[in-house]
């Protein structure tokens, strides 16, 4: 199957193949976080941000935000789209953010545990995971809740909601709305892109989609066998 890529102008594509699992990339023009109940910015464990509501769930978008984020320069780059369970947040992140060299858009959910113990543990956990965290990594807390975002002051003790299951279209659409470049790959947490790929992608998809908007830019994906040492990085 393929990973799906958002899109202003071009529809999802879906494409099987039985070897190589092929990723579109589309041009993304604009953002649009279709939220309910804002509240207003606050300073949580120390940092300042905003909570939302997006359907059952509430965020805290960039408790870690990148710089590439915050700059208009990267604007043409490609954002890779992630999301993970708190749960199995490993060195996998660190390797996802070292083989990519454009901006990295990370949605992680908190499963049924205490909010005020669990963001600033998962945010010490990907910082001592990732060298260099704020330079390309942008973090947002994803957690389901009880009632309303606005209605519970998250300094107090409650706990999350449990949720049987892990809602991953959810959290896919959540670091995806909260990217801010103009293109977007949207891949597995298992992912590893091989050297100098997103600077390569997106130089040809400036080209192409300039052309037509419509065009879906493909490449392969083959899967390593996990006893493997080291993963050879071809230029």
Not at 70 to 95: C, E, F, M, P, W
Not at 161 to 186: D, E, H, Q, V
Request: glycine share 4%.
């Amino acid at each position: 199957g393929t990973k799906p890529v958002a899109s202003k102008n071009a529809n999802l594509t879906t494409i099987f193949m039985r070897i190589s699992l092929l990723i579109g990339i589309c041009e993304y023009f604009s953002v649009a976080i279709n939220s309910t109940d804002l509240k207003g910015e606050h300073f949580i464990f120390g940092l300042r941000t905003r909570v939302f509501r997006y359907k059952d769930y509430c965020v805290l978008p960039n408790v870690i935000q990148s710089k590439m984020s915050l700059g208009l320069n990267y604007y043409k780059r490609i954002t890779l789209v992630l999301h993970a369970d708190q749960k199995y947040l490993d060195k996998t992140i660190s390797y996802q953010v070292d083989s990519w060299d454009g901006p990295v858009s990370l949605a992680v959910v908190i499963p049924s545990v205490s909010i005020n113990k669990s963001i600033p543990a998962t945010i010490e956990k990907i910082t001592g995971l990732v060298t260099d965290v704020k330079g390309k990594l942008s973090v947002h807390i994803v957690y389901r809740w009880p009632m309303n975002c606005k209605e519970v002051s998250l300094e107090n003790g409650w706990h999350v909601l449990s949720s049987a299951l892990y809602p991953a279209n959810t959290a896919r659409n959540i670091a995806r709305m909260l990217s801010r470049t103009k293109y977007l790959l949207i891949a597995d947490y298992s992912h590893i892109f091989s050297l100098n790929f997103e600077r390569q992608m997106s130089k040809l998809a400036e080209e192409v989609l300039h052309v037509n908007s419509k065009t879906v830019l493909v490449f392969r994906i083959f899967e390593a066998n996990t006893t493997a040492s080291r993963l050879l990085f071809i230029d």
